[in-house]
Protein backbone atom coordinates (compact mmCIF):
# COMPACT_ATOMS: atom_id res chain seq x y z
CA UNK A 1 0.00 0.00 0.00
CA UNK A 2 1.48 3.59 -0.65
CA UNK A 3 1.67 6.02 1.84
CA UNK A 4 -0.09 9.23 1.17
CA UNK A 5 1.95 12.08 2.82
CA UNK A 6 0.36 13.20 6.24
CA UNK A 7 0.00 17.32 5.65
CA UNK A 8 0.48 19.50 8.80
CA UNK A 9 -2.65 20.58 9.74
CA UNK A 10 -3.81 22.26 13.01
CA UNK A 11 -4.68 19.96 15.88
CA UNK A 12 -8.70 20.04 16.81
CA UNK A 13 -10.11 18.99 20.09
CA UNK A 14 -13.70 18.51 20.53
CA UNK A 15 -16.10 17.40 22.71
CA UNK A 16 -18.68 14.59 22.12
CA UNK A 17 -21.97 14.15 24.41
CA UNK A 18 -24.41 10.93 23.97
CA UNK A 19 -27.01 13.28 25.78
CA UNK A 20 -28.31 10.52 28.12
CA UNK A 21 -31.09 11.79 31.05
CA UNK A 22 -32.51 9.47 33.77
CA UNK A 23 -34.83 10.77 36.22
CA UNK A 24 -32.51 9.84 39.18
CA UNK A 25 -31.32 11.43 42.14
CA UNK A 26 -27.78 10.99 40.66
CA UNK A 27 -28.40 12.40 36.94
CA UNK A 28 -27.85 15.76 37.03
CA UNK A 29 -30.08 15.34 33.53
CA UNK A 30 -33.22 14.03 34.93
CA UNK A 31 -35.35 14.87 31.71
CA UNK A 32 -34.98 15.67 28.28
CA UNK A 33 -35.36 18.98 28.53
CA UNK A 34 -32.08 19.18 31.18
CA UNK A 35 -29.81 17.21 28.49
CA UNK A 36 -30.71 19.98 25.88
CA UNK A 37 -30.47 22.89 27.79
CA UNK A 38 -27.32 21.44 29.63
CA UNK A 39 -25.71 20.59 26.16
CA UNK A 40 -26.25 24.44 25.12
CA UNK A 41 -24.35 25.32 28.02
CA UNK A 42 -21.63 23.02 27.65
CA UNK A 43 -21.12 24.21 24.42
CA UNK A 44 -21.12 28.14 25.65
CA UNK A 45 -18.60 26.82 28.49
CA UNK A 46 -16.51 24.70 26.03
CA UNK A 47 -15.89 27.71 23.77
CA UNK A 48 -15.25 29.76 26.52
CA UNK A 49 -12.26 27.30 27.25
CA UNK A 50 -11.02 27.20 23.63
CA UNK A 51 -12.33 23.70 22.82
CA UNK A 52 -12.87 23.58 19.37
CA UNK A 53 -16.05 21.44 18.68
CA UNK A 54 -19.04 20.35 20.59
CA UNK A 55 -20.74 16.84 18.93
CA UNK A 56 -23.84 15.31 19.71
CA UNK A 57 -24.54 11.79 19.56
CA UNK A 58 -28.24 11.10 17.86
CA UNK A 59 -29.86 8.03 19.19
CA UNK A 60 -33.94 7.13 18.47
CA UNK A 61 -36.31 5.29 20.97
CA UNK A 62 -33.82 5.66 23.63
CA UNK A 63 -33.38 8.35 26.73
CA UNK A 64 -30.70 10.19 25.03
CA UNK A 65 -30.49 13.10 22.41
CA UNK A 66 -32.60 12.55 19.47
CA UNK A 67 -33.27 15.48 17.13
CA UNK A 68 -30.15 17.45 16.63
CA UNK A 69 -31.21 20.17 14.06
CA UNK A 70 -33.04 22.34 17.02
CA UNK A 71 -30.47 21.61 19.31
CA UNK A 72 -27.73 22.94 16.90
CA UNK A 73 -29.26 25.79 15.76
CA UNK A 74 -29.56 26.91 19.19
CA UNK A 75 -25.98 26.32 19.93
CA UNK A 76 -25.53 28.41 16.85
CA UNK A 77 -27.17 31.20 18.05
CA UNK A 78 -25.48 30.88 21.79
CA UNK A 79 -21.73 30.90 20.54
CA UNK A 80 -19.62 32.52 17.71
CA UNK A 81 -16.46 30.12 17.16
CA UNK A 82 -17.22 26.57 18.13
CA UNK A 83 -17.54 23.95 15.41
CA UNK A 84 -20.83 22.37 16.19
CA UNK A 85 -21.27 18.91 14.94
CA UNK A 86 -23.13 15.21 15.36
CA UNK A 87 -21.52 12.14 16.02
CA UNK A 88 -23.65 10.45 13.83
CA UNK A 89 -26.80 11.01 12.57
CA UNK A 90 -28.12 7.83 11.72
CA UNK A 91 -29.51 8.31 8.34
CA UNK A 92 -32.06 5.16 8.29
CA UNK A 93 -34.13 7.60 9.96
CA UNK A 94 -34.14 10.61 7.94
CA UNK A 95 -36.25 12.18 5.24
CA UNK A 96 -32.73 13.58 3.47
CA UNK A 97 -34.50 16.48 1.36
CA UNK A 98 -36.24 18.25 4.85
CA UNK A 99 -32.98 16.83 6.40
CA UNK A 100 -31.13 19.37 3.73
CA UNK A 101 -33.48 22.51 4.74
CA UNK A 102 -32.94 21.77 8.61
CA UNK A 103 -29.22 21.39 7.84
CA UNK A 104 -28.46 24.99 5.72
CA UNK A 105 -31.08 26.55 8.29
CA UNK A 106 -28.63 25.38 10.92
CA UNK A 107 -25.69 26.04 9.36
CA UNK A 108 -26.80 29.70 8.64
CA UNK A 109 -27.52 30.82 11.99
CA UNK A 110 -24.14 29.38 12.89
CA UNK A 111 -22.02 31.50 10.49
CA UNK A 112 -19.30 33.87 11.06
CA UNK A 113 -20.06 37.47 9.74
CA UNK A 114 -19.46 37.51 6.23
CA UNK A 115 -18.06 33.55 6.47
CA UNK A 116 -19.31 30.20 6.75
CA UNK A 117 -21.51 28.43 8.82
CA UNK A 118 -19.77 25.69 11.40
CA UNK A 119 -21.49 22.99 11.05
CA UNK A 120 -19.82 19.43 10.78
CA UNK A 121 -22.13 17.30 10.52
CA UNK A 122 -20.92 13.42 11.17
CA UNK A 123 -23.66 10.89 9.46
CA UNK A 124 -23.85 6.89 9.14
CA UNK A 125 -25.59 3.71 8.75
CA UNK A 126 -26.42 4.01 12.34
CA UNK A 127 -25.66 1.13 15.60
CA UNK A 128 -27.44 -1.35 17.30
CA UNK A 129 -30.48 0.02 18.97
CA UNK A 130 -33.27 -0.46 21.73
CA UNK A 131 -35.90 -0.51 18.58
CA UNK A 132 -36.61 -3.26 16.37
CA UNK A 133 -36.60 -2.04 12.85
CA UNK A 134 -37.02 1.54 14.37
CA UNK A 135 -36.66 3.34 11.58
CA UNK A 136 -39.08 0.97 9.49
CA UNK A 137 -41.65 2.79 12.66
CA UNK A 138 -40.52 6.21 10.90
CA UNK A 139 -41.56 5.01 7.45
CA UNK A 140 -38.59 3.92 6.31
CA UNK A 141 -37.92 0.85 4.20
CA UNK A 142 -35.21 -0.43 1.84
CA UNK A 143 -36.48 -0.88 -1.78
CA UNK A 144 -36.79 -5.23 -2.14
CA UNK A 145 -33.08 -6.77 -2.51
CA UNK A 146 -31.20 -3.83 -0.43
CA UNK A 147 -30.60 -3.45 3.18
CA UNK A 148 -30.82 -0.51 5.39
CA UNK A 149 -27.04 0.46 4.79
CA UNK A 150 -28.02 0.35 1.30
CA UNK A 151 -30.71 2.58 1.98
CA UNK A 152 -28.56 4.90 4.47
CA UNK A 153 -26.40 5.47 1.87
CA UNK A 154 -28.58 6.17 -1.10
CA UNK A 155 -30.04 8.94 1.29
CA UNK A 156 -27.06 10.46 2.45
CA UNK A 157 -26.15 10.50 -1.36
CA UNK A 158 -29.85 12.40 -1.93
CA UNK A 159 -28.84 14.89 1.01
CA UNK A 160 -25.81 15.88 -0.58
CA UNK A 161 -26.39 15.87 -3.55
CA UNK A 162 -29.10 18.50 -2.32
CA UNK A 163 -27.05 20.62 0.10
CA UNK A 164 -24.60 21.35 -2.78
CA UNK A 165 -27.36 22.60 -4.94
CA UNK A 166 -28.84 20.05 -7.39
CA UNK A 167 -32.19 20.32 -8.80
CA UNK A 168 -34.37 17.66 -6.57
CA UNK A 169 -37.96 18.64 -7.71
CA UNK A 170 -39.51 19.52 -10.89
CA UNK A 171 -40.88 23.08 -11.28
CA UNK A 172 -44.33 23.63 -12.05
CA UNK A 173 -44.42 25.75 -14.85
CA UNK A 174 -47.62 27.06 -14.00
CA UNK A 175 -45.80 28.62 -11.01
CA UNK A 176 -42.51 29.24 -12.18
CA UNK A 177 -42.64 29.62 -15.86
CA UNK A 178 -39.79 27.06 -16.95
CA UNK A 179 -39.30 23.34 -16.61
CA UNK A 180 -35.78 22.85 -14.92
CA UNK A 181 -35.60 21.00 -11.06
CA UNK A 182 -35.64 23.10 -8.34
CA UNK A 183 -33.13 22.79 -5.57
CA UNK A 184 -33.95 23.23 -1.96
CA UNK A 185 -33.78 26.66 -0.08
CA UNK A 186 -31.91 27.72 1.50
CA UNK A 187 -28.47 27.30 0.67
CA UNK A 188 -25.58 27.23 2.91
CA UNK A 189 -21.85 27.72 0.84
CA UNK A 190 -19.43 24.82 1.77
CA UNK A 191 -21.64 22.84 4.02
CA UNK A 192 -21.33 20.44 1.26
CA UNK A 193 -17.50 19.96 2.02
CA UNK A 194 -18.30 19.15 5.88
CA UNK A 195 -20.31 15.89 5.86
CA UNK A 196 -18.22 13.27 7.81
CA UNK A 197 -18.80 9.65 7.49
CA UNK A 198 -18.73 7.77 10.69
CA UNK A 199 -16.65 4.86 9.99
CA UNK A 200 -16.35 0.97 11.86
CA UNK A 201 -14.01 -0.77 8.94
CA UNK A 202 -11.08 -0.25 6.83
CA UNK A 203 -13.36 -0.78 3.88
CA UNK A 204 -15.93 1.54 4.78
CA UNK A 205 -12.91 4.22 5.42
CA UNK A 206 -11.94 3.81 1.81
CA UNK A 207 -15.53 3.81 0.52
CA UNK A 208 -15.89 7.55 2.47
CA UNK A 209 -12.65 8.76 0.77
CA UNK A 210 -13.88 7.30 -2.83
CA UNK A 211 -17.34 9.55 -1.89
CA UNK A 212 -15.48 12.42 -1.24
CA UNK A 213 -16.44 12.40 2.69
CA UNK A 214 -14.29 13.40 5.69
CA UNK A 215 -14.00 10.48 8.27
CA UNK A 216 -14.96 9.85 11.47
CA UNK A 217 -13.62 7.15 13.67
CA UNK A 218 -15.01 6.75 17.01
CA UNK A 219 -13.81 4.68 19.83
CA UNK A 220 -14.56 0.68 18.15
CA UNK A 221 -13.94 -1.18 14.78
CA UNK A 222 -16.27 -3.69 13.75
CA UNK A 223 -13.33 -6.04 12.66
CA UNK A 224 -10.48 -6.90 14.51
CA UNK A 225 -6.78 -8.28 13.60
CA UNK A 226 -5.16 -8.77 16.69
CA UNK A 227 -2.93 -5.56 16.61
CA UNK A 228 -3.77 -2.80 19.37
CA UNK A 229 -6.98 -0.61 18.59
CA UNK A 230 -5.13 3.02 17.68
CA UNK A 231 -2.88 0.99 15.38
CA UNK A 232 -5.59 -0.51 13.41
CA UNK A 233 -7.46 2.47 13.40
CA UNK A 234 -3.96 4.20 12.17
CA UNK A 235 -4.00 1.92 9.26
CA UNK A 236 -8.02 2.59 8.77
CA UNK A 237 -7.13 6.26 8.43
CA UNK A 238 -4.16 5.41 5.85
CA UNK A 239 -6.59 3.50 4.14
CA UNK A 240 -8.30 6.53 3.77
CA UNK A 241 -5.71 9.03 2.94
CA UNK A 242 -4.69 6.64 0.12
CA UNK A 243 -8.27 6.53 -1.52
CA UNK A 244 -9.02 9.98 -1.08
CA UNK A 245 -5.81 10.64 -2.93
CA UNK A 246 -6.45 7.93 -5.20
CA UNK A 247 -9.94 9.68 -6.30
CA UNK A 248 -8.52 13.02 -7.01
CA UNK A 249 -10.05 15.35 -4.48
CA UNK A 250 -8.66 18.92 -4.61
CA UNK A 251 -9.51 19.52 -0.92
CA UNK A 252 -7.25 18.12 2.20
CA UNK A 253 -10.03 16.29 4.07
CA UNK A 254 -10.90 16.24 7.88
CA UNK A 255 -10.57 13.07 10.37
CA UNK A 256 -11.62 12.57 13.66
CA UNK A 257 -10.85 10.09 15.97
CA UNK A 258 -12.60 9.60 19.26
CA UNK A 259 -11.04 8.80 22.93
CA UNK A 260 -12.34 8.21 26.57
CA UNK A 261 -9.90 10.95 28.38
CA UNK A 262 -10.34 11.15 31.99
CA UNK A 263 -7.66 13.20 33.89
CA UNK A 264 -7.91 12.76 37.23
CA UNK A 265 -6.67 16.19 39.21
CA UNK A 266 -9.60 16.47 42.13
CA UNK A 267 -10.30 14.48 44.71
CA UNK A 268 -14.24 14.13 43.10
CA UNK A 269 -12.20 13.23 39.77
CA UNK A 270 -10.84 10.06 41.77
CA UNK A 271 -13.59 9.25 43.57
CA UNK A 272 -15.72 8.54 40.37
CA UNK A 273 -13.12 7.67 38.08
CA UNK A 274 -10.47 5.83 39.99
CA UNK A 275 -11.96 2.37 39.96
CA UNK A 276 -11.83 2.61 36.38
CA UNK A 277 -8.48 2.64 35.90
CA UNK A 278 -7.62 -1.12 36.33
CA UNK A 279 -10.23 -2.47 33.95
CA UNK A 280 -10.84 0.50 31.54
CA UNK A 281 -7.87 1.23 30.22
CA UNK A 282 -6.88 -1.69 27.70
CA UNK A 283 -8.40 -2.83 24.42
CA UNK A 284 -11.45 -4.95 24.77
CA UNK A 285 -12.29 -7.18 22.05
CA UNK A 286 -16.23 -8.44 21.94
CA UNK A 287 -19.27 -9.14 19.96
CA UNK A 288 -21.14 -5.72 18.07
CA UNK A 289 -24.23 -6.58 16.18
CA UNK A 290 -23.08 -9.92 14.94
CA UNK A 291 -19.59 -9.52 14.42
CA UNK A 292 -16.03 -9.07 15.94
CA UNK A 293 -15.03 -5.58 17.35
CA UNK A 294 -12.18 -4.49 19.03
CA UNK A 295 -13.11 -1.64 21.30
CA UNK A 296 -10.22 1.06 22.30
CA UNK A 297 -9.00 1.66 25.68
CA UNK A 298 -10.02 4.93 28.26
CA UNK A 299 -7.76 6.98 28.74
CA UNK A 300 -7.80 7.30 32.82
CA UNK A 301 -5.46 8.50 35.19
CA UNK A 302 -2.63 11.06 36.83
CA UNK A 303 -2.82 14.02 33.92
CA UNK A 304 1.09 13.85 32.94
CA UNK A 305 0.86 10.05 32.35
CA UNK A 306 -2.23 9.97 30.39
CA UNK A 307 -0.75 12.93 28.11
CA UNK A 308 2.23 11.31 27.16
CA UNK A 309 0.63 8.16 26.56
CA UNK A 310 -1.70 10.02 24.58
CA UNK A 311 0.94 11.04 22.57
CA UNK A 312 2.05 7.71 21.34
CA UNK A 313 -1.49 6.95 20.12
CA UNK A 314 -0.99 6.12 16.42
CA UNK A 315 -4.74 7.51 15.31
CA UNK A 316 -4.46 10.27 17.50
CA UNK A 317 -1.44 11.18 15.89
CA UNK A 318 -2.71 10.61 12.48
CA UNK A 319 -6.03 12.49 12.94
CA UNK A 320 -6.64 16.14 12.60
CA UNK A 321 -9.30 16.27 15.05
CA UNK A 322 -9.51 14.69 18.53
CA UNK A 323 -13.26 13.81 20.37
CA UNK A 324 -13.68 13.30 23.78
CA UNK A 325 -16.73 11.53 25.30
CA UNK A 326 -17.96 13.44 28.47
CA UNK A 327 -20.09 12.22 30.70
CA UNK A 328 -23.47 14.84 30.39
CA UNK A 329 -25.35 13.31 33.68
CA UNK A 330 -22.34 14.94 36.17
CA UNK A 331 -23.59 18.19 34.90
CA UNK A 332 -22.12 21.01 33.14
CA UNK A 333 -20.16 22.28 35.50
CA UNK A 334 -17.94 19.32 36.36
CA UNK A 335 -18.12 18.47 32.35
CA UNK A 336 -16.54 22.18 32.04
CA UNK A 337 -13.67 21.24 34.39
CA UNK A 338 -12.96 18.01 32.73
CA UNK A 339 -12.80 19.88 29.75
CA UNK A 340 -10.51 22.35 31.27
CA UNK A 341 -8.39 19.88 32.80
CA UNK A 342 -8.15 18.28 29.24
CA UNK A 343 -6.83 21.55 27.78
CA UNK A 344 -4.63 21.49 30.15
CA UNK A 345 -2.93 18.97 30.70
CA UNK A 346 -3.81 16.51 27.57
CA UNK A 347 -3.82 19.16 24.42
CA UNK A 348 -0.29 20.52 24.37
CA UNK A 349 1.21 16.58 24.12
CA UNK A 350 -0.65 16.07 21.11
CA UNK A 351 0.07 19.36 19.37
CA UNK A 352 -2.99 21.53 20.27
CA UNK A 353 -3.25 24.71 20.82
CA UNK A 354 -5.98 26.70 22.55
CA UNK A 355 -8.34 29.21 19.95
CA UNK A 356 -10.10 32.32 21.42
CA UNK A 357 -10.54 34.48 18.20
CA UNK A 358 -13.14 33.85 15.74
CA UNK A 359 -12.04 31.79 12.38
Known amino acids: MSQTAVPRVKKRIGFLSFGHWHPSPESATNTGGDALVQSIELAVAAEELGIDGAYFRVHHFARQLASPFPLLAAIGART ?17 LYMAEEAAAADLISAHPGGEGRLQLGVSRGSPEPALNGSHTFGFMPPEGQTDADLARAKTELFRAAIAGAGVAPADPKMTGSTGNLPIQPQSPGLADRIWWGSGTRATAQW ?12 LLTEDTGVPFDELQAEQIQIYRDAWAEAGWERTPRISVSRSVIPLVTDRDRAIFG ?41 VAASDTLIVTVPNQLGVDYNAHLLASIAEHVGPAIGWERTTAVG
Open 80 to 96: SRIEIGTGVIDMRYENP
Open 208 to 219: TAEQGMNLMSST
Open 275 to 315: ARMAGDTKDQVGFLDGGLARFGKSYIGEPDAIAAELAQDAA
